[in-house]
């Protein structure tokens, strides 16, 4: 009868001298004229157990079908290893071969590792150590975050991910249709007539579930959502999706300073979870690709953000373009929205630590956004990090129907659509706050991968929908 098969991590953390069965893909087979050694990885660790194999005329034509990529099963005694770099390894006594990997056509067999490369092969990429690391993150960071969340009591919110309002009110949004595109029905005034639609309106992908989780916060006090985004951007940056995930704490009875506690006090938590729970992953990617990532880590958790209104972070940015510190491709000035370079030369040159700006100018935030006494800035804040810029963006929410009435008016919205949302506001309004952390931003910081293309499996960018 066949043993049941122990996973590679767990295998590492056992005493010798046991019958073992490990299951997995080959990463290297080397070896000399008596013995073959196998590196085994099976996903459930960075690490390989090392498969040692007697050559003889038993296993000859066996480990003539293994090469690297190939699918094995080997079944032996656990033993110490006497190599370095790890304790035990399995002196294998039965092999099966479940898949063969053609060496010459394998993708990852080729010289070619560059990212941009394995994101043309994004379907075999999580073979390699460092997607393995990724993906092991990705899910680990869910995790932390579900976890956080629900050992402070707040709900879990399902906000719709087909939505006919525009949150942001930023307009890029992917339609959602089954109207015949060569055929579309017209109304009297020659525009699609969307009454023909499936949802008997015009509708589009969600941008945001903030709208939701208002309604949500409203009733159940602390609230959050975590789903995939979509935005229509042509953005083709290393920080940009089409498709992302997002995630969207919202509080009742919280102003703008108890929202910039909780931030900071949220991705904080989230970093030390990654060191303490995934740190063998961290430390890989440490190693290969970025020296500083580790230290970069701890920096955060232990330092204080700085919090910093946008008009002082206007002066700061003028004055050092002002003393020839820096020079910027997008100029700067009172009123326009901060570019990535921007954000960084406060966070990376100016503090050397995270910053939260505030009080950023009404026009360049959204509608939803409780105004200041002065009429011209709203509690919005945005949370900057280092290498990233942005990384999370939020505010109090505007409490005062009159006064949201007015800004959407302003902004030539229409209220039509929005009258669900004003209703909160209507009928037992509260003081409330929330933000969005962008999934993907943070597995940039936690990973230290420079491309936002390399932390999701697989990417939605312009032009681009493969697999
Ligand atoms: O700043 P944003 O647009 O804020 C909102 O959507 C609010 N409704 C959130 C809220 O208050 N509930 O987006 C929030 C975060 C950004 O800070 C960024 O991290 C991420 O989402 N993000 C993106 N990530 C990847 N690709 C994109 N195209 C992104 N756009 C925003
Ligand atoms: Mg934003």
New binding site residues.
């Given amino acids: 009868m066949e043993i049941s098969r122990t996973k590679v991590k767990d295998l590492l953390q056992m005493p010798a001298g046991q019958r073992v069965l490990a299951k997995g893909w080959v990463r290297t087979k080397r070896g000399n004229k008596e013995i073959a050694f196998i590196a085994l990885n099976d996903g459930s660790t960075i690490k390989n157990v090392q498969i040692v194999v007697d050559k003889n005329a038993d296993t000859e034509p066996i480990l003539a079908k293994i090469s690297t990529g190939a699918c094995i099963g080997v079944e032996g005694n656990l033993v110490e290893s006497v190599g370095s770099g790890q304790a035990v390894e399995i002196h294998a006594e039965n092999i099966t071969v479940y898949g063969e990997c053609d060496p010459v056509r394998y993708p990852l067999q080729k010289k070619d590792t560059s990212f941009e490369y394995l994101r043309s092969v994004a379907h075999m990429r999580p073979r390699t150590n460092t997607f393995g690391a990724i993906y092991r993150l990705r899910s680990q960071m869910a995790f932390a975050i579900h976890d956080y969340f629900h050992s402070r009591g707040f709900v879990y919110v399902h906000t719709p991910l087909i939505t006919a309002s525009d ?2 009110g930023a307009g890029q949004m992917f339609q959602v249709t089954t109207l015949d595109l060569n055929n579309v029905p017209k109304n009297k005034k020659g525009q699609p007539d969307y009454s023909k639609d499936f949802f008997g309106k015009m509708t589009s992908l969600t ?2 579930g ?1 709208l939701e ?1 208002e309604l949500g916060a409203t009733a159940l006090g602390e609230v959050y959502t975590f789903g995939p985004t979509f ?1 229509a ?1 042509n ?1 083709n940056t290393p ?3 089409a498709e ?1 995930w ?1 995630i ?1 704490p ?1 509080m009742a009875f919280y102003d703008i300073n108890d929202n910039m506690d909780l931030a900071e006090d949220f991705i904080k938590s989230l970093v030390k979870y990654a060191l303490n729970n995934c740190y063998d992953d961290i430390k890989f990617l440490n190693d290969r690709y970025d020296n500083e990532l580790i230290e970069r880590l701890e920096g955060v958790i232990n330092t204080e953000f700085v919090r910093l209104e946008y008009t002082e972070g206007i002066e700061i940015l003028e004055k050092a373009v002002a003393d020839g510190k820096v020079t910027f491709e997008y100029p700067i000035s009172w009123g326009v929205d901060l570019q990535s370079e921007h954000e960084r030369y406060l966070v990376e040159k100016h503090f050397n630590k995270p910053v939260i700006l505030t009080g950023y100018p009404k026009d360049i935030k959204a509608f939803y956004m409780k105004q200041n006494e002065d009429g011209k800035t709203v509690r919005a804040m ?1 949370v900057l990090f280092p290498k990233i810029g ?6 109090e929410r505007e409490a005062s129907l009159t006064k949201l009435e007015k800004r959407i008016d302003e902004l030539q919205m229409s209220r039509k659509g929005l009258e669900w949302y004003l209703d909160t506001r209507r009928f037992g309004s509260c003081p409330h706050s ?5 999934f ?2 943070l597995l940039l910081f936690i990973t230290g991968m420079s491309n ?1 293309r390399d932390v999701i499996p697989f990417p939605r960018t312009p032009k681009n929908a493969e697999y």
């Fill in positions: 949150a942001e941008v945001s903030q989780g935005r951007e953005s920080r940009h999706l992302f997002m969207e919202e945005d942005e990384i999370i963006g939020g505010s929330g933000f969005g952390l962008g993907e931003r936002i």
